[in-house]
């Protein structure tokens, strides 16, 4: 079986994107990991969750707003959910070496 293709939503209005994380919260997805330093939410954010051993990361910052990066299905899922399509590119916020500073220490932290 091949490797499953990671896609990123891009632009996402900040009050979308935080819709769409208490939207999967609700549906009963845990946040393992939230960016917890003293600009979190005002200048950067990242988050982490998790729901039966499938992750769906989430980044903001505040110019180019929120980004999701999970499986292309599941992309389709959480965009049936809020009812629009939401623009594919690439990241800012979450490049792989962004990502690399914050997943490792996502590990055993549930919150």
Do not use: Q
């Amino acid at each position: 079986m091949g490797e499953i293709e990671m896609i990123t939503a891009i632009n996402i209005e900040t009050n979308l994107w935080n819709r769409i994380i208490n939207l999967l919260k609700f549906t009963n997805w845990v946040e393992t990991y939230r960016y917890d330093e003293f600009d979190a939410g005002i200048d950067f954010d990242f988050a982490v969750l998790e729901n039966d051993g499938e992750e769906v990361l989430f980044g903001w910052d505040n110019w180019v707003e929120g980004e999701i990066h999970c499986s292309e299905s599941r992309m389709k899922k959480i965009e049936s959910l809020v009812g629009e399509i939401l623009k594919k590119g690439e990241p800012v916020n979450l490049k792989p070496e962004v990502i690399k500073l914050y997943k490792p220490a996502t590990k055993g932290k549930k919150t």
